[in-house]
């Protein structure tokens, strides 16, 4: 896949790389030169936003961060219930 860099120095990800590496706006990049080329790695994963979405089951409002987002155990969920204002 081939990309220009504009008069601002940006560069554009191809669509694809950025699907395959699930990469959005905002995400930060580390930079490097390796053996002359550049090299641009995601610097970290990317929190899970939540939102607020129907349940299929019971109809209600319900709190989703998507379904890669990692299961919190019932203690975890609790803790976080505690700390909550």
Avoid: C, W, Y
């Avoid at 560069?11 to 002359?36: C, T």
């Avoid at 970290?44 to 709190?63: E, I, M, Q, S």
């Amino acid at each position: 896949m081939r990309t220009k860099v504009s008069t601002k120095g940006q560069v554009v990800l191809p669509g694809p790389l950025r699907h395959q590496l699930d990469i959005r706006a905002g995400d930060p990049l580390d930079a490097s030169v390796e053996n002359g080329s550049i090299v641009l790695t995601p610097s970290k994963k990317r929190r899970h936003r939540a939102k607020l979405v129907t349940d299929n089951v019971t109809g209600l409002p319900a709190l989703s961060a998507g379904a890669n987002a990692p299961r919190l155990t019932s203690k975890e969920v609790e803790e976080i219930l505690a700390n909550f204002p």
